[in-house]
């Protein structure tokens, strides 16, 4: 029934948008998605990555899974501004802090959505771009971390499932709380003693799954034991299909197989067009993959190393050491952008329209933001959380990275870009992708599913 309305919906959709009167005159567009822009993977791998993402054994404590913080529900992000990882129980903005095991801090960044993430052109993953494709390197990914570290892994989406399963705050969990977290705080991450190998073993000790991973991996068939890198292969593998978004009126639009409304259609010359917003969302993906001061408002604790207290995220520098970097983050995707509020790198706006008038005359928003605008769940930790005064200590800074001349649009042309905005929203993504949520993993614990 859940497949028959998607395709219902669809077909709606679609057939809209073909007897939409063609409005504004016809901006240059990209070239549509089409199936050669995905990587292919076997029904059994992407069953298998399926459970692997909704279960929570990949975590430290057991507690927390993929689809904790990426709930289809919430556009597969979590609908906070700044995430709770671990310490936090409940989903989405009803999340809140464990009694029993409280947060330390909450995550420092907003939990980016993750349609499209799978494409072949997804070369740059997080909002500074610490993991990055780049052919030149032996493991074919630019990153921080050591080449063996990335050694295994089929995938950009597949490497980047190493940070948060080592992310204290995130997955792996405190200081000696589990057998994870504390090979995490020893730094013995890779080899048969590490962090990695931790996890994997607790995954081939399920016999379901140890059936699966040998009928998906002729080498583990052949004996080889379950590896962390054929988790993260399998999770992608399930990322890649289920969250493939391509199906939106603007879709239609890109095969020649519909229009836009009205409103929709002068939004879209007004993001082609004046408003200059394909400079940085371009192509099919809605993303040029670098990296742009936008003077978005800093909330949180800021990505900084856990011993200094200033609340301060200075995003793509961090990870280049070029000042010129300062507060430059990676230009997001804007697939189904409608439905993965909150907004920013720390998800500073609820509210898309407030966000889009920021977006147009970058760092208009800092003077006089509160933080009544985001969505962050009560949470009192030693390290200062929102501190506003702090905050804004900043704002000077940020404000002068800003490179991008202001376009200021009038209530009209907001509305119109809105109109196109909401143009991109899939229905597959609004019925929560093309997979359900299982009923049950094979671990045993307890499914995140928001619906009941």
Not at 323 to 330: E, G, K, L
Not at 377 to 392: C, H, V, W
Request: glycine share 10%; net charge negative; charged share 20%.
């Amino acid at each position: 029934m859940r497949r028959l309305l998607r395709s219902a919906a669809t077909a709606a959709v679609l057939a809209a948008a073909a007897v939409a009167p063609a409005g504004a005159a016809d901006p240059v567009l990209p070239s549509p998605l089409t199936d050669a822009d995905f990587p292919v993977h076997s029904r059994d791998e992407v069953e298998l990555g399926r459970l692997l993402f909704w279960d929570r054994v990949l975590s430290g404590n057991r507690n927390i899974a993929c689809a904790t913080c990426h709930h289809p529900r919430f556009g597969t992000s979590d609908g906070l501004s700044l995430g709770m990882g671990e310490g936090g129980i409940g989903l989405g903005p009803d999340r809140r802090p464990d009694p029993a095991d409280h947060p330390e801090q909450r995550i420092p960044r907003n939990a980016p959505a993750l349609w499209n993430v799978g494409a072949k052109g997804f070369t740059v993953m997080f909002a500074d771009g610490r993991i990055e494709v780049d052919p030149k390197r032996p493991s074919g990914f630019r990153t921080p971390l050591e080449d063996e570290m990335v050694a295994g892994f089929a995938s950009l989406l597949s490497a980047q499932t190493m940070f948060p399963v080592l992310s204290n705050d995130e997955m792996a969990g405190h200081y000696e709380e589990n057998d994870v977290s504390t090979l995490v705080r020893q730094g013995r991450i890779t080899g048969p003693d590490g962090a990695w190998a931790a996890i994997a073993r607790r995954v081939a000790d399920i016999p379901d799954y140890a059936t699966r991973f040998a009928a998906v991996y002729p080498e583990v068939a052949a004996g080889r034991p379950i590896a962390f890198t054929d988790i993260s292969n399998a999770v992608a593998a399930y990322m890649t299909f289920d969250f493939r978004s391509d199906g939106s009126p603007f879709d239609a639009v890109l095969r020649g197989e519909g229009r836009l409304e009205p409103a929709a259609a002068a939004g879209m010359a007004l993001f082609y067009g004046k408003a200059g917003c394909s400079t940085c969302h371009s192509g099919p993906l809605l993303t040029d993959m670098k990296f742009h001061a936008m003077g978005d408002p800093q909330l949180g604790p800021g990505k900084a190393e856990r011993f200094e207290r200033h609340q301060r995220d200075i995003g793509r520098m961090r990870v280049s050491n070029d000042p010129a970097d300062a507060y430059a983050f990676r230009t997001p995707s804007l697939r189904n952008v409608t439905l993965t509020a909150p907004y920013g790198h720390a998800g500073a706006f609820r509210d898309l329209a407030a966000y889009v008038r920021q977006h147009c005359a970058p760092g208009s928003a800092l003077s006089g933001y509160r933080p009544d605008a985001a969505v962050l769940p009560a949470l009192e930790t030693a390290k200062p959380d929102f501190a506003p005064d702090e905050g804004a200590a900043n704002y000077p800074a940020i404000a002068a990275a800003v490179t991008l001349a202001p376009m200021v649009p009038t209530e009209a042309e907001l509305a119109d870009l809105l109109a196109f905005l909401k143009a991109l929203e899939d229905p597959v993504a609004v019925a929560g992708g093309r997979l359900p949520i299982p009923d049950r993993v094979p671990s045993g614990l307890k499914v995140d599913d928001a619906g009941g």
